[in-house]
């Protein structure tokens, strides 16, 4: 296939580029190269002749038509956004702008194309969000695709909307979509200001280790490399107009997950004295913090037969040993404006 990846510089989309491209697809990866990106992410394949790179804006139409009648692509998979909660809390404006504004933008390109393109019914545009557009949970129950929308955050909220535009996008155009909402991801490339991330590069630089309120906010991680694979299934064999929850059925809270990096690390690269997990400290929670995500996987499972392939544990230990052999490339992001610094506790 020929697939358009937008946010291919980022850490999903460019996990789905490189695992897109290691699979025989073509890919033209499409980023604005925003201060989340990264085209060292991408590395491995750039020299690969079924790669292409365009830096463009989803929010600008002209770039998105000339983008598409160019190069022709079969389907598009749409990861381009703004994604960090915290970010989201002291500057909505963005991911208005990027979430929503940049999805209709590059929903109408779709269009256009497709229609001139005559309208093939193999042609997908894969929408790629996030199961916080399905807000909190209690302690009971998990996310299935029929739970009813309720974002809580600038950020979900803003996700929220584009999936709806993309819903809308099918039934009044027929443009023919396939929309996929996932649980948090974790694994090599992911950005220095995420939690996994910040707790290990804290860790190693012997600062606190920062954990959001009682840290009983529970989360269901999901490996980068199993999403990307779910996506490049979902964008093959997804029924149109079909919506899918990704998730590892993983679920830990933040202080456990911290907990766990720190015996990791603590084996790993050991201190001279004591554990990291000494250096965990309480700071003041996030405004409206979700206390709770999980997945029901069952659809994606059930109908196109995928489930992840790497468990927490090994995910965790190959993420804390790809940051500790990377140094190069958490060194110069972590230089980037805003990262190291707490965001999101404005009022
Ligand atoms: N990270 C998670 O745990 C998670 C979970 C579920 C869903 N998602 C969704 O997956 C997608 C990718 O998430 P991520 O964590 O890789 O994000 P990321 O922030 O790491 O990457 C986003 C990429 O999009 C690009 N981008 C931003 N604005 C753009 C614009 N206007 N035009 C073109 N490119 C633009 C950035 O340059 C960056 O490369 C997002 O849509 C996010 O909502 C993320």
Request: aromatic share 8%; hydrophobic share 35%.
């Amino acid at each position: 296939m020929k697939l358009l990846v937008t946010g291919g510089a980022g850490f999903i989309g460019s996990a789905v580029v490189r695992l897109a491209v290691a699979r025989g697809h073509s890919v033209v990866n499409l980023d604005a190269l925003t201060y989340a990106a990264c085209l060292d992410n991408v590395a491995t394949v750039a020299d690969n002749p079924r790669y292409s790179f365009e830096q463009a804006d989803i929010r600008d139409r002209a770039a998105m038509d000339r983008i598409l009648a160019q190069h022709k692509p079969d389907a598009i998979m749409h990861l381009a956004a703004e994604s960090h909660v915290d970010r989201s809390i002291d500057g909505p404006g963005t991911f208005i702008e990027t979430n929503i504004t940049g999805t209709y933008t590059l929903l109408e390109a779709a269009r256009a194309y497709w229609v001139a393109q005559g309208r093939p019914s193999s042609f997908r545009f894969h929408h790629i969000s996030t199961d916080e557009v399905f807000g909190s949970l209690g302690s009971e129950g998990q996310f299935t695709e029929e739970t009813p929308y309720d974002p809580r955050s600038p950020y979900s909220a803003s996700k929220a909307a584009s999936d709806h535009l993309v819903q809308a996008w099918h039934h009044t155009y027929g443009l023919p979509i396939v929309l996929t909402n996932c649980s948090n991801n974790y694994g090599p490339y992911h950005f220095p200001e995420k939690l996994i991330p910040v707790i290990i590069l804290n860790a190693l630089a012997g600062k606190p280790l920062p954990i959001y309120g009682d840290g009983s906010n529970v989360r269901d991680w999901l490996y980068v490399e199993d999403h990307a694979d779910a996506l490049l299934l979902v964008v093959q064999q997804g029924a149109v107009g079909r919506s899918y929850n990704i998730g590892g059925e993983n679920e830990r809270s933040n202080l456990d997950l911290v907990r766990s990096l720190c015996g990791i690390l603590d084996e790993l690269r050991p201190k001279p004295q004591g554990s990291y997990a000494d250096q965990i400290t309480f700071v003041t929670d996030r405004p409206g913090h979700d206390a709770r995500y999980a997945i029901d996987p069952a659809r994606v499972s059930t109908e196109l037969g995928w489930r992840p392939s790497v468990t927490v544990e090994e995910g965790l230990r190959r993420t804390v040993e790809w940051y500790l052999a990377n140094e190069g490339w958490w060194r110069a992001l972590q230089e980037r404006s805003g990262v190291g610094e707490r965001l999101g506790v404005k009022s």
